[in-house]
C-alpha cells in the first residue's frame, strides 16, 4: 500500500509538472530597447552609453551574470526577441500596447520628465504663416519627432485630427515624414520647408536654449497634456522575484548615479517612476 502511494505521487507530480512547466529563467540579463524611443540620438550612442552603465552595474554587484542589451527596430523585431526569457523590453507605449495583446508583459516603470509622467508634445508651425489652427494645415506638409508612426505623438495627432472632425493624417496631409533627430525636424518649419511639425517639449526647449530666435519665429498652436511615451515591462512569465527585485532597486535609482543619469539625458528622461494604471488610462482615452 505505501509503494503505491508513493507511485501514485510520483504520477501526480509529473503529470503537474508537464501541465505547468517551470519557465526557463536564462542565468544572465537580457534588457530589450526600441529604437522608436530615440529622440536626438543614434542607436549606436544609446547601446554605448548602456553598456558602459551595465559593465559599471555587473563591477559594483560583482555580478557574476553579464548585461545583454538588446536593440529592436520595431515591434516585429520585439516580437521575435521575447519568445526568449528577457528580464525588461522599453518600447513606446503604441508597440507595448502591440506586444501586450499577444504577450505577457508586467506594465514595471514609466518616465519622468519636467515633473510630470510622459512627454508633453507641441504642434508647431511659422508665425509668418498664420496658420492658427489644426484646420488651417490641410493639404500642408508634417514631420514628427520619431522613427515612426508607432509613437505617442502620431496618436495625439490622430486625436486632435478626429476631436476637429477632420479627415484622418494620411489623407489630411499631403506630406508625413518621421524624424528622430529635433533639428530635423523644427529647423523645416523655421525655414519654410515643411507646414508643421510636432515636437516633444524637451527637445523643443533644447533647441530654444541652443537658438533662442527659434522661439522668436515658431508658434505653438496646439500643445498635448503629458502623455506617456514608453514603458519599462518585465516578462510576466518570469516566477523569480529576487532577480525582478534587483532590477526594480537599479532603474528607481538610476538617476542618482552618473552613468545612469547619463543614458537618462539621452533618452530626454530625468528619473524611471513606477507604472500606475492611470497613466495607461490617460494614454487609451488618446484613442476615445
Known amino acids: 500500500m505505501f509503494q503505491i502511494k508513493i507511485k501514485f505521487r510520483i504520477l501526480i507530480l509529473s503529470f503537474l509538472f508537464l ?116 484646420k488651417s494645415l490641410k493639404d500642408g506638409s508634417i514631420i514628427i519627432l520619431s522613427k515612426s508612426n508607432f509613437n505617442t505623438a502620431s496618436v495625439w495627432l490622430d486625436k486632435l485630427l478626429r476631436d476637429a472632425n477632420l479627415s484622418v493624417k494620411e489623407k489630411f496631409f499631403k506630406d508625413i515624414k518621421y524624424d528622430y533627430k529635433a533639428t530635423n525636424v523644427v529647423l523645416p518649419v523655421y525655414f519654410n520647408k515643411t507646414t508643421a511639425a510636432i515636437v516633444s517639449r524637451p527637445a523643443l526647449e533644447l533647441l530654444f536654449e541652443l537658438n533662442p530666435q527659434l522661439k522668436k519665429s515658431l508658434n505653438i498652436i496646439n500643445k498635448s497634456s503629458p502623455i506617456l511615451f514608453g514603458i519599462i515591462s518585465f516578462d510576466g512569465r518570469s516566477k523569480d522575484k529576487k532577480r525582478k527585485d534587483f532590477i526594480c532597486d537599479i532603474l528607481s535609482s538610476l538617476h542618482e548615479d552618473n552613468y545612469g543619469k547619463q543614458l537618462l539625458d539621452l533618452f530626454m528622461v530625468d528619473k524611471m517612476i513606477p507604472f500606475k494604471d492611470e497613466y495607461w488610462q490617460k494614454y487609451l482615452d488618446l484613442y476615445k
Do not use: H, W
Not at 506586444?99 to 515633473?115: A, M, P, Q, R, S
Open 19 to 134: 501541465a505547468y512547466p517551470l519557465y526557463p529563467q536564462e542565468k544572465d540579463f537580457r534588457l530589450i530597447f526600441s529604437t522608436n524611443l530615440l529622440q536626438n540620438m543614434k542607436a549606436e550612442d544609446a547601446i554605448a552609453t548602456t553598456k558602459i552603465l551595465a559593465q559599471n552595474i555587473q563591477r559594483k554587484m560583482k555580478l557574476e551574470e553579464e548585461i545583454k542589451i538588446e536593440i529592436c527596430n520595431g515591434v516585429d523585431e520585439i516580437s521575435e526577441s521575447i519568445k526568449k526569457p528577457f528580464d525588461f523590453i522599453l518600447a513606446t507605449t503604441v508597440e507595448t500596447e502591440i506586444l501586450k495583446k499577444k504577450n505577457k508583459l508586467d506594465f514595471t516603470f514609466v518616465n519622468e520628465t519636467n515633473g510630470s509622467v510622459g512627454f508633453e508634445f507641441y504642434l508647431i508651425t511659422n508665425k509668418k504663416q498664420n496658420f492658427n489652427d489644426i
